[in-house]
């Protein structure tokens, strides 16, 4: 370099400025800063796919904020893609910003994206400059673990931080870190050659070429940023023909490049990013205190523990800091490193807990701060359309996982809902669904949202099916409904189009749901689509969609369902029995569902399949575990009264009904998770019979029968299972005594337990704000309130 004093290798007019770094590394990015400013380069090489040459001015950008990635995809097939992700304290980062900000060119020079892309290399992400991953992992070597071994230490990011990230930037020669990783490397490289990274040579060939093509344009102030294992090759005379010779003919794909936002998380090893780093974010922290960085980092571990609520004072934080450097000064540390103030941390501000300590570790050490690209960046058509509707509807994408709680019947909430459930369709993950804590009514929404850097590629992907997101969605709706397999996929296509309101969507997805109804005679299949389609009846009222087709369709497969399921449901082996059993459920919730939203013209849907009911409990050919599920629903919907369903239950409990049989009819009757626990508790003549019947079983046919009856009661709360083992604990002669001997509910004594109800006087008074206890028993108590 002219008018600086090169390293051994570089010297004045012989060739460029090579800098090896760490990718990602806090002090590589420190040093590239004071090399760069002392030997004042023309031009910045990087270690980077060329295509994004053009990219480069956008990081001067005022909206451009790392951490942020060069995502790279194939033209024709966007899920082939890479990234190449940079922070704050990437060396690549700094060298970037630096030309900008100097007037300086800068170019990237690693191999091109169209040949990373093109072949099997490119179905996975590279590791910064397109590093392919090795093919046997075995023979993969890790420069810094060799080093650090090498010099005694079993931690190679302990190591790093020692001799790097403790090392002040700008002290002595700001080349000297340079010239000592690349001897150290050069030992390395000798040693392992390419340590399993074959596609190394053609990547420093093409490094090498665009070197020289450099040196030509801009004379010898050329400065070099690459990953320090490359050094020693781009260092090498070779021939020029040599390099052409293993560049050429390589396959080739047409791609596109843009900038997309990063995470820190990404960023980590944790992530499954090759050449990721255990704390991007402590090391964001490192590149960014200007001094005291242990104070600092403290100070804000504090600062997250006391947003948590936990008791942390200034004294803690100065404690903290005394018990990190002491510990530093034992290990025979220069200053405090991460495994230092983290065991502070745990010491002093979290009580010698790991809880809060994993809580740091998440939120600090590793970190989950989102980048941001500015609006100029290149996009697919589909992806500006998508930022148009976040930032209409103020949804904006965030790293951490929140939930997102909406009304449909405000336009903002349905507005993203409609958003959310069109990016489902289109394969983006962006949201899912989650179970509402507070009402499930049909106008009320529950998602949960995270926003992962690799969502920009299914956006890229979904960019086939339309410009916009209502396009997208429609067209691939109306694809997946030709492409259905089964009858049941259509009819949840058909809910999922309702939810996103894909009107356009719905005249094909209708008629393919159609034509397979009319051509699917499996009763299963039928019974299986049902609920779904009479679900997205539902919808109509909140979200003003038209659903009288729907109505029809589903109205026809209930009719179809009523005809074929006792005939389906005889001579069924046990696994089909049971499937059997959760289609009957699923039947009988929507044809009450069905019943309310279509009016009066299906009026008497629900007196037609009650009379399926009845049907599946005297055929003795039926399963009996859809035999018991059938008396169950009856009885619970108060078409079969409490006597005649103990009268069947004693019949299958009868000694002419084989073990096994009656214990499958037990299983549906009062299994299933649909409250059977509670309707035993209450109605202690069908828990006598269920007793009477189990205590007969045949010592030979118990072991039998066990499995099917722990499954059932298995699924019981545990209050229900005490109450269950009380009564049985109590006898037949103490259940007797609360059955019921006049007028009254069944199962219930006819007379009020005074004592059991004054129990609860203190808390009604409480309740109705009267004065002290003064021995009143409940009836004055109700009597005030009255």
């Known amino acids: 370099m002219t008018g600086v004093d090169a390293p051994p290798g570089a010297t004045a007019g012989e060739g460029p400025l090579l800098l090896g770094v760490r990718h990602h590394g806090p002090g590589s990015a420190r040093a590239v800063r004071a090399a760069l400013e002392v030997a004042r380069p023309r031009v910045v090489l990087i ?9 480069i001015p956008l990081a001067a950008d005022e909206e451009m904020r790392p951490p942020v990635a060069l995502l790279a995809h194939a033209v024709d097939e966007p899920g082939r893609s890479a990234f190449w992700p940079m922070a704050e304290f990437s060396p690549e980062w700094v060298a970037i910003r630096w030309a900008l900000e100097h007037g300086a060119a800068a170019r990237f020079i690693d191999l091109p994206a169209t040949h990373t892309l093109a072949g099997e290399e490119g179905r996975h992400a590279p590791e910064p400059g397109g590093q392919e991953r090795p093919q046997d992992d075995a023979l993969r070597v890790d420069p810094l673990a060799v080093l650090a071994g090498t010099a005694g230490y079993d931690d190679p990011e302990r190591w790093w931080e020692d001799v790097v990230e403790h090392r002040g930037a700008g002290k002595g020669d700001a080349l000297a870190p340079f010239t000592v990783l690349e001897e150290a490397m050069t030992a390395l490289r000798e040693a392992y050659g390419t340590a399993g990274h ?142 230092e103030t983290m065991d502070a941390v745990r010491a002093v501000l979290c009580d010698g807990s790991d809880v809060p300590l994993a809580l740091v570790h998440d939120r600090l050490v590793v970190g989950d701060l989102l980048g941001e690209v500015p609006p100029s960046a290149p996009a697919v058509p589909l992806q500006r359309d998508l930022a148009r509707l976040q930032k209409r509807l103020r949804l904006k994408p965030e790293p951490l996982e929140r939930e997102l709680e909406l009304d449909l019947r405000k336009e903002t909430d349905a507005g993203r809902s409609r958003l959310l459930h069109r990016l489902g369709l289109l394969g983006i993950g962006w949201g899912e669904p989650a179970a509402s804590r507070g009402s499930t009514g049909t106008f009320r929404e529950t998602w949960r949202l995270r926003w992962e850097p ?17 396009a997208a969605a429609t067209a691939k709706a109306e694809a ?30 209708m008629r393919v749901l159609a034509d397979r109804a009319a051509l699917d005679a499996d009763v299963g299949h039928l019974a299986q689509a049902l609920p779904a389609l009479v679900r997205s009846l ?51 919730g929507a044809v009450g569902l069905l019943e309310e939203g279509a009016g009066a013209a299906h009026g008497e849907l629900r007196g037609r399949w009650r009379s399926v009911l009845r049907a599946l409990c005297g055929r003795d050919t039926v399963p009996g575990v859809v035999r018991g599920r059938a008396v169950r629903l009856l009885l619970d919907d108060g078409e079969m009264g409490h006597e005649e369903a103990a009268r069947l239950m004693g019949l299958v409990l009868s000694p002419g009904t084989a073990p096994a049989d009656a214990a499958a009819w037990i299983e549906g009757f009062v299994g299933g998770g649909s409250g059977g626990g509670m309707l035993l508790v209450h109605d202690e ?29 298995s699924a019981y709360e545990p209050g229900v299972r005490r109450t269950l083992g009380e009564l049985v604990r109590r006898g037949p002669d103490a259940r007797g005594s609360v059955v019921a001997t006049g007028p009254g509910v069944p199962g219930f004594g006819s007379g009020l337990d005074t004592g059991r109800a004054d129990a609860v006087v203190p808390v009604l008074r409480l309740l109705l704000g009267l004065d002290e206890p003064d021995g009143s028993d409940v009836n004055d108590v109700v009597g005030v309130a009255g």
Do not use: N
């Open 480 to 509: 997946d409904a030709v492409a259905a397999r089964s009858l049941a996929d259509v009819t949840a296509l058909a809910e999922r189009c309702l939810l996103a309101q894909l009107p356009d969507a719905l005249p094909v997805v």
């Open 685 to 713: 003549r069908l828990l006598g019979l269920v007793d009477a019947w189990l205590t007969g079983v045949p010592a030979e046919a118990f072991t039998d029968v066990l499995p099917l009856l722990r499954r059932t009661f």
């Open 198 to 339: 074959e596609r190394d040579r053609v990547r420093e060939a093409y490094m090498r070429l665009q070197m020289r093509a450099a040196q030509r344009e801009f004379g010898p102030d050329v400065a070099v940023v690459c990953g320090a294992w490359h050094v020693p090759a781009l260092r090498r005379r070779t021939a020029v023909a040599a390099d052409r010779a293993l560049v050429k003919g390589l396959p080739k794909a047409k791609t596109d490049m843009t900038w997309v936002p990063w995470t820190h998380r990404r960023l980590s090893k944790a992530g499954g990013y090759g050449a990721g780093i255990d704390s991007p974010g402590w090391y964001a922290h490192l590149f960014g205190a200007s001094d005291r960085p242990v104070e600092r980092w403290l100070t804000k571990v504090a600062g997250l523990l006391r947003e948590e609520d936990r008791i942390v004072s200034s004294a803690h934080v100065i404690e903290a800091v005394r018990l990190a450097e002491t510990l530093a000064a034992l290990r025979g540390r220069p200053l405090p490193g991460l495994s």
């Open 538 to 588: 539902r919808y109509g009222d909140v979200r003003g969609t038209d659903t009288h087709a729907l109505a029809g369709v589903a109205a026809g497969l209930a009719e179809r369902v009523f005809v074929g399921l006792p005939p389906a449901c005889a001579a069924l082996d046990a696994e089909a029995a049971e499937e059997m059993r959760r289609h009957v459920d699923a039947v009988h």
């Open 47 to 55: 270690e980077g796919p060329p295509e994004a040459d053009a990219l």
């Open 454 to 470: 690799e969502l920009a590629v299914q956006v890229a992907e979904a960019g086939v099916w339309g410009t916009t997101v209502l």
